[in-house]
């Protein structure tokens, strides 16, 4: 099935974010993990600290920056996927929630990295 634009962009943009993330230091561990219907785009160390990356890409901000789209139901629903990762994993490990927008426009795009952009609910 061929992939739609959006598809594309999204793709493009989770591989931007892992190449920045990867020259901050950051050791990359899974790309787009599922398990049943949640999904984690990236999932990396950060030193010893294991990080849980959304990443949004947008054409546009005209409706606002990309970052701002994880709200707290797709909040929740990385919340129960990194869960799900550590108990399968078997690590015991501190847990961040990074997000990563993208805007990408024709041949520019500019990234933006926003690290503990959330915590868990009732942490």
Not at 29 to 53: C, P, Q, S, T, Y
Request: with cysteine.
């Amino acid at each position: 099935m061929a992939q739609t634009q959006n598809q594309k962009k999204g793709k493009w943009g989770e591989e931007a974010a892992m190449r920045y993330l990867r020259a901050k230091g950051f050791v990359i561990r899974e790309l787009n993990w599922k398990f049943l219907h949640l999904e984690i785009d990236i999932v990396a160390m950060d030193g010893n600290e294991l990080v849980i990356v959304e990443v949004k890409t947008r054409g546009t901000n005209a409706f606002g920056e990309p970052e701002m789209f994880v709200n707290k139901s797709k909040q929740g629903k990385l919340i129960r996927a990194a869960n799900l990762y550590l108990e399968q994993k078997k690590l015991n490990c501190e847990v961040r929630f990074d997000v990563v927008g993208i805007i990408k426009r024709n041949n520019e795009s500019i990234l933006n990295h926003i690290p503990g952009a959330f915590q868990p609910f009732g942490g």
